[in-house]
């Protein structure tokens, strides 16, 4: 994991764990690893699999699935408490990060809050017209990567093993997630929509969205209004000035982690 800390006397008192979107680097969050730490927050990426040096690439000899992504990002939500028992532990998932966030969301696995950005259930019917090349895109996954042993490179999201990339196609043609879309998962989330976010529609971002209670989640959309001078709002522009977001992320997270004064001789109140 790629690690940047904040000031050690600011005493932070929650690790940010960033999961990246698909075939997205971890260099790209730099800027928004710094932004989160000036917020006081202790950051971590938790890279994806073979795409960063040093890691072996997707290939016929070597596959791995959406599980397999969130066992590291479970294990990573562990290690995070296992270096500090008090911490809070916030994961920041971007796009398939988010998708993986949901994925880790059970009882034993469980960060103590999320942040979904640019997150969705990308089914070709929530796309209108625009679902007809999504899915056939999508059918050409399984042929394409059963010859070549991957998805490649020069692919959506590629290079992409090619057991995760046929579920990510099972979840275009049938809307069926790798996690539950009943509301079950109660952790408090912040699900953050980019205005001009290209790959993501409104039918798209609720269908994730619905994997949480109604209660655990909060909406906010990155619009122009908040978009500073020269940035962008659309699914991987937003990372290059990501300031308002990494404050918008702070005020919600402190929002739901403030120790409030209380009277003597009772419990402090949890906002």
Not at 208 to 225: G, L, N, S, V
Request: glycine share 8%.
């Amino acid at each position: 994991m790629t690690r940047i800390e904040s000031d050690p006397m600011s005493a932070p008192h929650t690790t940010v764990l960033v999961a990246p979107a698909m075939g997205v680097p971890a260099r790209v969050y730099r800027r928004l690893t710094e932004a989160l730490t000036t917020s006081g927050f202790d950051v971590e990426i938790v890279p994806r699999r073979g795409i960063e040096e040093g890691s072996e690439p997707p290939s016929r000899r070597s596959d791995w699935s959406y599980a397999d992504e969130a066992a590291d990002l479970a294990d990573a939500v562990a290690a995070a408490r296992a270096d500090d028992t008090e911490t809070r532990v916030l994961v920041v998932g971007h796009s398939l990060g988010a998708q993986l966030a949901a994925m880790v969301a059970v009882p034993e696995h469980a960060p103590d809050g999320i942040v979904a950005i640019g997150a969705s259930v990308p089914h070709f019917r929530h796309y209108g017209l625009r679902g007809v090349p999504l899915a056939a895109l999508a059918a050409s996954v399984a042929p394409v990567a059963g010859i070549a042993g991957r998805w490649p490179r020069g692919g959506f999201g590629g290079p992409t093993p090619r057991t995760l990339m046929r579920e990510w196609a099972r979840m275009v043609l049938t809307g069926r997630a790798p996690f539950a879309l009943d509301s079950r998962i109660v952790v408090p989330a912040l699900s953050i929509r980019l205005h001009d976010d290209e790959l993501v529609t409104a039918r798209a971002a609720s269908a994730f969205d619905a994997a949480f209670a109604p209660e655990a989640i909060t909406h906010w959309r990155y619009d122009d209004a908040h978009c500073p001078p020269g940035g962008s709002t659309t699914h991987i522009g937003w990372v290059r000035t990501p300031d308002t977001v990494a404050h918008r992320i702070a005020d919600w997270w402190d929002s739901h982690t403030t120790i409030t004064p209380a009277p003597i001789g009772s419990d402090a109140v949890r906002r």
